[in-house]
């Protein structure tokens, strides 16, 4: 195995060598990281690298990669840090389905020595499959359960069937009427992904104002009030308007009007839910269950079967998709990596303890906000 690091503004070539039938997260697309790179990367001291890994000059393994020194210890995390519900390398197909433990284990060795600077690997957000291959990173080194419990599911070949499957008799019927009511209300309920970049636009200025009014309203946190995070999310879907993959919006339109709004992230085989908002006036309706049915009514027919509604206990989440658990795996290098290792850990141990206790809930946010900060993990 040969190990090469390159900086990642000069790595593009190596997504379109190793091919769109890669395994990897789809927050692995190279224009979702770049975007990222370009706006919030910018406030924090990074550097931004490829390690890639070959056999007789065959690609086999990209990683997107960031380090970053914090207390004088080197941290080696994955690229794009926070904006994520899932994280992996960019896997060749035929190697992950035939790779053995041997060669995994050649994988971490590789990395150590193409990074000999690095102190502490903190490699987080890792499922234990990926499009329904094992991942090789997920439990490796120091493994800690994560401390958000995420969604995900394959959905069959029959999208009525899994749906009646998923879901209650009561519950579709439910959904049905309140579709009825808003068409007598409002006229035809449409799905619009715009076509154009003034559609776009549109679109995402819609997406920012209900969800600054649900947030003002108590409803969802707004992470978007960060211009950085909002110009991330432009750059981001205007590089997924001109390929049709990468970050895809999806709203739900009547009477000319937007009532709710879907970011998620598509690849040839997955959708991952990224962020959502719907108008408040229309509540009683529930825009964004009904976006939500068509959406994935929609990538269904267009092949996709892999889907994740990421992070956080939401009820809607649990109607579409099942549990399960992610793992934080680190790899301390030296005694202060170690220290480090720990720190973090404990961290996150206790904001999984106590994150349900009113008392202790906003001293432990804050010590979580301060070490993510950190660690990117």
């Known amino acids: 195995m040969k190990f090469q690091v390159r900086?990642?503004?000069e790595a593009r070539a190596l997504w379109q060598e190793?091919?769109?039938?890669?395994?990897?997260?789809?927050?692995?697309?190279?224009?979702?990281?770049a975007a990222w790179c370009e706006t919030i990367g910018?406030?924090?001291?990074?550097?931004?690298?490829?390690i890639e890994m070959r056999q007789a000059d065959r690609l086999l393994l990209v990683c997107p990669l960031m380090l970053r020194r914090i207390a004088g210890v080197t941290i080696c995390n994955w690229l794009g840090g926070h904006t994520q519900n899932f994280n992996s390398a960019l896997f060749s197909s035929d190697w992950l389905r035939s790779a053995d433990s041997g060669d995994f284990d050649a994988v971490f060795l590789g990395l150590k020595q193409a990074l000999p600077n690095v102190d502490l690997f903190c490699l987080?957000?890792?499922?234990?499959?990926?499009?329904?291959?094992?991942?090789?990173?997920?439990?490796?080194?120091?493994?800690?359960?994560?401390?958000?419990?995420?969604?995900?599911?394959?959905m069959s070949e029959d999208f009525c069937a899994w749906k009646s499957d998923r879901r209650s008799k009561g519950s579709l019927q439910r959904l049905q009427r309140q579709r009825k009511q808003l068409e007598k209300s409002f006229g035809q309920v449409e799905i619009l992904q715009p076509k154009s970049s003034g559609q776009l636009e549109s679109l995402l200025n819609v997406f920012f104002i209900q969800r600054a009014r649900s947030a003002q309203a108590g409803l969802v946190p707004n992470p978007f009030f960060d211009s950085k995070l909002r110009n991330?999310?432009?750059?981001?879907?205007?590089?997924?308007l001109q390929?049709?993959?990468g970050l895809q919006v999806f709203a739900l339109i009547a009477d000319g009007s937007i009532l709710a709004t879907e970011l998620v992230l598509l690849t040839r085989d997955s959708y991952s839910g990224f962020a959502k908002s719907m108008d408040l006036n229309m509540a009683k309706?529930?825009?964004?269950?009904?976006?939500?049915?068509?959406?994935?009514?929609?990538?269904?027919?267009?092949?996709?079967?892999?889907?994740?509604?990421?992070l956080g206990a939401e009820k809607y989440k649990e109607d579409w998709t099942d549990r399960i658990e992610l793992c934080d795996s680190y790899f301390p290098i030296r005694s202060n990596g170690f220290a480090m290792m720990t720190t973090m850990m404990s961290i996150n141990m206790a904001w999984r303890l106590t994150k349900n206790l009113p008392g202790t809930r906003s001293l432990v946010r804050r010590g979580k906000t301060t070490i993510q900060s950190q660690q990117h993990c």
């Open 232 to 240: 991330f999310v432009h750059r981001a879907a205007f590089a997924g």
């Open 7 to 9: 900086r990642f503004n």
């Open 124 to 154: 987080g957000r890792q499922p234990e499959h990926i499009l329904g291959v094992r991942n090789p990173f997920y439990c490796r080194g120091f493994s800690t359960r994560h401390r958000d419990p995420f969604y995900q599911v394959q």
């Open 285 to 310: 309706f529930s825009p964004g269950k009904l976006l939500s049915h068509e959406v994935l009514k929609t990538v269904h027919a267009r092949g996709i079967r892999y889907v994740d509604f990421g």
């Open 18 to 33: 190793i091919g769109s039938d890669a395994i990897a997260s789809p927050y692995a697309d190279f224009d979702w990281l």
């Open 42 to 50: 910018t406030k924090a001291d990074i550097d931004a690298i490829t």
């Open 243 to 245: 390929k049709k993959r």
